[in-house]
């Protein structure tokens, strides 16, 4: 089965499901066992399991229980006669194993800790340097290898200083604020019922050829829930000025590294034109966009197979802390943040696969299948996966409201 594409499970024939509520009974049992194995002929797991138990009175006498139960025969009466709750049913999104919310926790806390003694170390020389929330969750999702090595010698540390403070760690707060996904965006809203929906979101790239681009790659739908009608949201802002420009490209440099591709990408590009091309942009219904831009969830770019790239969906958290504010050594660094698990479910409930699946927290997408040259670009994904988790982590987006 090809990456992103969802499994389903064939439905159990209908002959299968007693029509009445008595038990089953034990000349029918044969019956019953034989057109099982018989429809489930191609599942082996199954086939196997049938086989080991067929002789097991406990699971009969459960079976029996099951078919005489009324609501349990009202569910499967629904599940035969409902086309809906069918395909709910036999829909198993494709999916795949997640790390946790802060990967290697205890090491970067020690980090933090080292880079708040060399900003200490340069108090004397008049800096008043005190670490902050976006600096913390700078550490807390960058390569742990880039901020080892920043820390390995007098040299390294001296560059890191002066790459990061000469510019005042204040300014990260304001790269994380003006490059995560939505930056620009105005979002007015309509009351609707118990909820506030999003509308006239509509993609403001202001150049038609691109969008009509992206509509095609995504069949004019959006990548996760199939819904018609989206939005084409950008993964990177395009409102840029050189001087902003600059200091996420120093960000870039100083905690993920000159190698970074996403470093290297960014300075290929002019500051007009880029942000217009359809490699920056995704079709999403416009509640989709909005969680997004709110840092609900963010998309992690896990390869790239043929003519698509394969994304993986994570909830984010909300949380207490602000950008600005201090983070001292002795700050319990695991009140600021659980590093296990992912967001839970509140109003995420309502993002849903196509066949009505709930979106969960490891769930794979594919996005493309046509032109190559269409895709997004991996390297805005990648930052996007970078950015939108720490501007959740340091509460960039401010506290979120309940049932948007």
Avoid at 69 to 84: G, P, Q, S
């Amino acid at each position: 089965m090809e990456s992103g594409e969802s499994q389903v499970v064939a439905e159990p024939p209908e002959q299968l499901i007693p029509a009445d509520p008595n038990d089953i009974q034990e000349s029918e049992k044969d019956r019953r066992l034989q057109a099982l194995f018989e429809a489930c002929k191609s599942n082996g797991h199954l086939r196997a399991f049938l086989e080991a138990y067929k002789d097991d009175e406990d699971l009969w006498s459960l079976l029996r229980a099951v078919h005489s139960n009324e609501a349990v025969r009202a569910l499967m009466k629904a599940y035969r006669d409902n086309k809906h709750i069918r395909t709910i049913v036999r829909h198993h999104p494709a999916s795949e194993p997640i790390d946790d919310y802060i990967t290697e926790f205890e090491t970067r806390c020690k980090l933090f800790a080292r880079f708040q003694e060399c900003t200490d170390a340069c108090n004397f020389l008049a800096w008043e340097l005190t670490l902050n929330a976006t600096v913390f969750a700078i550490v807390m999702v960058a390569p742990i290898a880039i901020l080892q090595r920043a820390l390995s010698d007098q040299q390294h540390r001296d560059a890191w200083l002066i790459n990061y403070f000469g510019m005042t760690e204040n300014r990260a707060a304001d790269v994380v604020k003006r490059y995560r996904p939505g930056w620009h965006v105005t979002t007015k809203w309509i009351l609707d019922g118990a909820f506030r929906r999003p509308i006239n979101v509509r993609s403001q790239n202001g150049n038609s050829v691109e969008s009509k681009k992206c509509q095609l790659r995504d069949d004019s739908s959006c990548i996760f829930t199939g819904m018609c009608d989206p939005a084409e949201s950008y993964i990177f802002p395009c409102n840029r000025n050189s001087r902003d420009f600059h200091h996420l490209l120093s960000l870039l440099l100083t905690f993920w590294g000159e190698s970074s591709g996403m470093r290297s990408y960014l300075m290929e590009f002019d500051d007009t034109y880029f942000p217009k091309r359809v490699e920056n942009m995704l079709c999403l219904n416009r509640q989709l966009q909005h969680w997004w831009y709110d840092g609900r969830f963010a998309l992690k770019p896990l390869r790239k197979e043929g003519d698509k790239i394969i994304v993986q969906w994570h909830w984010l958290k909300d949380s207490f802390l602000r950008p600005m504010q201090p983070i001292r050594m002795t700050d319990d660094m695991s009140s600021l943040v659980d590093p296990h698990g992912w967001g839970d479910d509140i109003e995420e409930s309502f993002a849903q696969h196509k066949s009505g699946r709930k979106i969960e927290t490891g769930h794979i997408f594919a996005i493309g299948g046509g032109n190559p040259d269409h895709l997004p670009a991996f390297e805005l994904l990648e930052l996007q996966w970078y950015l939108v988790r720490v501007a959740a982590i340091s509460g960039a987006h401010g506290p979120w409201t309940k049932g948007i």
